[in-house]
């Protein structure tokens, strides 16, 4: 597929098929994040990766809001929920100061007031962008959520996720349901020149 069509293609999808997607699939669209930038290449993420059922319903058990919103009705959420594939994305601070304490970079003081923003979670987040892509690559359709923060304490547990790593999103993929209904945001897409300021603001 043209890059071109991946991007244009590319939405979130809310809706997925019960079918399974192969584990060779599976690996390319986590591969696919791995190969995210990062600051000093200093690659402190991580992706907890689910595709037993059993594991996917245990992340389901301790993660879900019980309340229905809005956005995610009933139906929506039983759409999501019907995803073969879990990618939970973590960032780990403490890989990117032990980094730039390093010689060639030399913040020996550990100071997080040299960041600008927390790099840890943006580039995690690129990680997560990379797989929304490579899914759309593949055929498939993926969705990129936040975690409930009262929920985050019940999933680690669950899940034994280290203290140093921090949940920044969790991507779910696979097939799209072929009755998945369209959002049209065209209308709400903010224009170029709102958003881009040439030469000064
Ligand atoms: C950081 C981030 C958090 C998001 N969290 C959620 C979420 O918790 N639940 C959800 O249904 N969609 C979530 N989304 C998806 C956005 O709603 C979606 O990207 C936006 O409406 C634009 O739609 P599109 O991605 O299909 O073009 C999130 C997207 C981002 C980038």
């Known amino acids: 597929m043209e890059f071109s069509e ?70 929506t959420r ?37 960041w600008p923003v927390p790099y840890w979670h943006i580039d995690t987040g690129m990680v997560a962008l990379l797989m929304l892509l490579q899914a759309v690559d593949e055929g498939l359709g993926a969705l990129f959520m936040g975690m409930p923060p009262e929920k985050i304490p019940s999933f680690r547990a669950a899940f034994d996720v280290p203290d140093d790593h921090d949940v920044v999103g969790v991507v779910c993929f696979g097939y799209e349901a072929a009755d998945a209904p369209r959002r049209d945001l065209r209308s709400r897409r903010r224009e170029f020149s709102d958003v881009v300021h040439r030469g000064r603001w």
């Open 6 to 75: 991946v991007l244009s293609r590319r939405r979130m999808v809310r809706h997925f098929a019960d079918r399974p997607v192969a584990p060779d699939v599976i690996d390319r669209v986590v591969d696919a994040g791995l190969r995210a930038p990062s600051a000093g290449f200093s690659q402190g993420y991580a992706v907890l990766l689910l595709t037993d059922a059993d594991d996917r319903a245990r992340f389901w058990a301790t993660t879900e809001t019980e309340q229905e919103t809005a956005s995610w009705p009933t139906e």
């Open 78 to 114: 039983a759409g999501v929920m019907r995803a073969p594939v879990i990618a939970v994305t973590l960032s780990c601070k403490r890989t990117y100061l032990d980094r730039y304490a390093l010689p060639d970079k030399g913040w020996t003081d550990r100071a997080e007031g040299r």
